[in-house]
T-cell receptor, first 111, second 114 residues
Framework: GQSLEQPSEVTAVEGAIVQINCTYQ??????LSWYQQHDGGAPTFLSY??LDGLEETGRFSSFLSRSDSYGYLLLQELQMKDSASYFC????????????WGLGTSLAVNP | EAEVAQSPRYKITEKSQAVAFWCDPI?????LYWYRQILGQGPELLVQ????????DSQLPKDRFSAERLKGVDSTLKIQPAELGDSAMYLC????????????FGPGTRLLVL
């Protein structure tokens, strides 16, 4: 079967660092994507890990451990505008390589 | 910067009526996705096209939903008849080739069925 787990809510303050964890189980696996979605908006692509290790993009970093079926998104120097939902989306193997979407993590950044 | 276009942005309809949503993906993107997202949940894939061909419609309620991408460019998603439970955000996304990990989403169509 397939499963995906990430915390439902995370709260942090401006300037802090927050880590959103993601564990998954899929029938085959090729990589882990992360998306951000503000209330009322559409998801936007943040990061992708196809290999183990850390990918850094500005204030955001994403990590993947394929052997542990685990990844995380690290957000540094938090800003109010980072308040949003964050989705980890593993991509199972297969001809169409579609992503699996869970409920996401709602991040609230407080002053 | 190229964007995915969707219309309308908002649609209010009565149950049993027909509704249609339109999506124009980023130029050159072969893969097009239609998702439905209920408030507080993640996107649910309804249908995936590769060029003009459907590659996955396993979650599409085919008794009332239909989708087409006749020339492999823009796409239309139709619901007939609409039901109260169809109220949701309908998102269109596109990606180059088969690479599903990076998807570019349009602004979505928010549907309210009364």
């Amino acid at each position: 079967g397939q499963s995906l787990e990430q915390p439902s809510e995370v709260t942090a303050v401006e300037g802090a660092i927050v880590q959103i964890n993601c564990t998954y189980q899929t029938s085959g696996f090729y990589g882990l994507s992360w998306y951000q979605q503000h209330d009322g908006g559409a998801p936007t692509f943040l990061s992708y890990n196809g290999l183990d290790g850390l990918e850094e993009t500005g204030r955001f970093s994403s990590f993947l451990s394929r052997s542990d079926s685990y990844g995380y998104l690290l957000l540094q120097e938090l800003q109010m505008k980072d308040s949003a939902s964050y989705f980890c989306a593993p991509g199972p193997a297969g001809n169409n390589r579609k992503l699996i979407w869970g409920l996401g993590t709602s991040l609230a950044v407080n002053p | 910067e190229a964007e995915v276009a969707q219309s309308p942005r908002y649609k209010i309809t009565e149950k049993s009526q027909a509704v249609a949503f339109w999506c124009d993906p980023i130029s050159g993107h072969a893969t097009l996705y239609w998702y439905r997202q209920i408030l507080g949940q993640g996107p649910e894939l309804l249908v995936q096209f590769q060029d003009e061909s459907v590659v996955d419609d396993s979650q599409l309620p085919k008794d009332r939903f239909s989708a087409e991408r006749l020339k492999g460019v823009d796409s239309t998603l139709k619901i007939q008849p609409a039901e109260l439970g169809d109220s949701a955000m309908y998102l269109c996304a596109s990606s180059p080739g088969l690479a599903a990990e990076t998807q570019y989403f349009g602004p979505g169509t928010r549907l309210l069925v009364l």
